[in-house]
């Protein structure tokens, strides 16, 4: 069991919104604004997607965006596109002690 | 162009040890943490351990904690994972990744993985 939890899927037409949720606790997501996202298609490594919550790395699309309250985050993806359909994770930092803990993953599917 | 480069993977019998390295191309390498994270088949990414820029912090997972040693080398730009004792459940792809450069727990810069499977 992660110590995040995200559902398991969500799908969404291509130009519609999509918003997937990541419930922490308050020694993680609650604690620290250092929440990222990651992208994954199968068969490759992970791609950051938003960090520190709401932040776009260099690169990415400003359809992609990241929100925070209390013990939960989200991430939103505007516009879908058929590209988007991969595995969305999201990580938290908990601490030096546990560093960074995961999510169990969401799987996007553009219908 | 900003590369990680993971080799050392293989098959290994439990209570085997392997050692994972990671070549770092593209950046100055002895600025940034650097990270190791695991993925089972199926299943989300696993943290594994930190190392600091300079190399004098490090963190473990309580997974691999007495089991797993990060290190690295500025002169050789790479990473290094030093695996023992080896169960079942570390069976896995090993990524070696960047954290983004002025924060923390965000990896920008991740490898294409080297594949670590324990059978007998």
């Known amino acids: 069991q992660s110590a995040l939890t995200q559902p398991a899927s969500v799908s969404g037409s291509p130009g519609q919104s999509i918003t997937i949720s990541c419930t922490g606790t308050?020694?993680?997501?609650?604690?620290?604004?250092?929440v990222s996202w990651y992208q994954q298609h199968p068969g490759k490594g992970p791609k950051l997607m938003i960090y520190?919550?709401?932040r776009r790395p260099s690169g990415v699309s400003n359809r992609f965006s990241g929100s925070k309250s209390g013990n939960t985050a989200s991430l939103t993806i505007s516009g879908l596109q058929a590209e988007d359909e991969a595995d969305y994770y999201c990580?938290?930092?908990?601490?030096?002690?546990?560093?960074?803990?995961f999510g169990g993953g969401t799987k996007l599917t553009v219908l | 162009e900003v590369q990680l480069v993971e080799s050392g993977g293989g098959l290994v019998q439990p209570g085997g040890s392997l050692r994972l390295s990671c070549a770092a191309s593209g950046f100055t390498f002895n600025s940034y943490e650097m990270n190791w994270v695991r993925q089972a088949p199926g299943k989300g990414p696993e943290w594994v351990s930190y190392i600091s820029a300079d190399g004098r912090t490090i963190y473990y997972a309580d997974s691999v904690k007495g089991r797993f040693t990060i290190s690295r080398d500025s002169a050789e730009n790479s990473l290094y994972l030093q695996m023992n004792s080896l169960r079942g459940e570390d069976t896995a792809v090993y990524y070696c990744?960047?954290?983004?450069?002025?924060?923390?727990?965000?990896?920008?810069?991740w490898g294409q993985g080297t594949m670590v499977t324990v059978s007998s």
């Open positions: 308050s020694s993680n997501v609650g604690s620290y604004h250092f």
């Open positions: 990580c938290a930092y908990g601490g030096s002690r546990t560093y960074v803990v």
């Open positions: 520190e919550a709401s």
């Open positions: 990744a960047r954290n983004l450069w002025l924060t923390t727990g965000a990896f920008d810069i």
